[in-house]
């Protein structure tokens, strides 16, 4: 009885058994806007940008878009908030200390290098790092001489000091600089967070972000766009950019 009323409620819901509902029907628009124009546009038209909720549901996308367009970005209605944030969350007096030089911050994870500025790289990448052992404002600074990626470095300061270092001032960043052994690279504790909202107000959990894609000096309210080259992998712009969009109805129940 109870198999019989499963397969009642999947038949009119319009869901197979053995696939996702897709609950979002997509609407390919060749005329290039920027973000906020598209987002305009699809509320006033459809319902909103896209959101997409499982790989079916990107794949749908991809096949509404014209073989002649699929090539290019389409805006979708994912977008991010960008910032420089330190692995203790301190957000404090000096939390905005930085010592840049005058390169271009493509990466997501920072570290040191001699008396040079601060530079970043791939979180991937594997250096020594340096702890913070005190609190917030009295640190402690322990260098680590073991090469690890930037998260397993936070996992290990973590789980036996404090955290990774927070640099604060030009006091504190020299004496990181002291402890970090000459001509190796050393991670601290500031990274590029990346906080992904959609903009019907969805629940973010499925994503489709390409690995390791450059940000460069792009930070605060960027705009994500699926590249249909790269299997409709996402990235971020400049929201001004003015791209072709994608966006989304709810279709009708079964039957109406």
């Not at 640190?139 to 604060?168: H, I």
């Amino acid at each position: 009885m109870m198999e019989r009323i499963l397969l009642g409620v999947l038949y009119l819901s319009g869901c197979h058994i053995f696939s996702s509902c897709l609950l979002h029907q997509y609407h390919f628009v060749a005329d290039p806007m920027n973000w906020t124009e598209a987002q305009t546009y699809c509320r006033q038209t459809y319902t909103d940008l896209a959101t997409i909720e499982n790989t079916e549901e990107m794949q749908q996308l991809i096949n509404t878009v014209p073989s002649s367009n699929q090539t290019s970005d389409v805006w979708i209605g994912v977008y991010s908030n960008v910032s420089w944030s330190w692995s203790d969350g301190y957000n404090g007096s000096g939390a905005d200390y930085r010592y840049w030089g005058g390169q271009i911050y493509s990466y997501d994870c920072v570290f040191i290098y001699e008396s040079n500025p601060w530079y970043s790289d791939p979180c991937s990448s594997s250096y020594p790092f340096i702890c913070n052992n005190g609190t917030q404002q009295d640190p402690q600074f322990v260098y680590v001489g073991t090469n690890m990626k930037w998260s397993d470095a936070q996992k290990y300061c973590r789980e036996n000091y404090r955290d990774l270092a927070t640099v604060k001032n030009d006091a504190e960043n020299q004496e990181v600089k002291n402890l970090a052994v000459h001509g190796w690279w050393t991670w601290i504790g500031l990274f590029k967070e990346n906080s992904s909202y959609w903009s019907d107000v969805s629940n973010y959990s499925f994503s489709n972000w390409k690995q390791s894609f450059k940000l460069d000096k792009l930070i605060g309210i960027l705009c994500g766009a699926a590249a249909l080259a790269d299997s409709g992998k996402w990235k971020l712009s400049l929201c001004g950019t003015k791209l072709p969009f994608v966006c989304y109805s709810v279709p009708p129940p079964p039957g109406e």
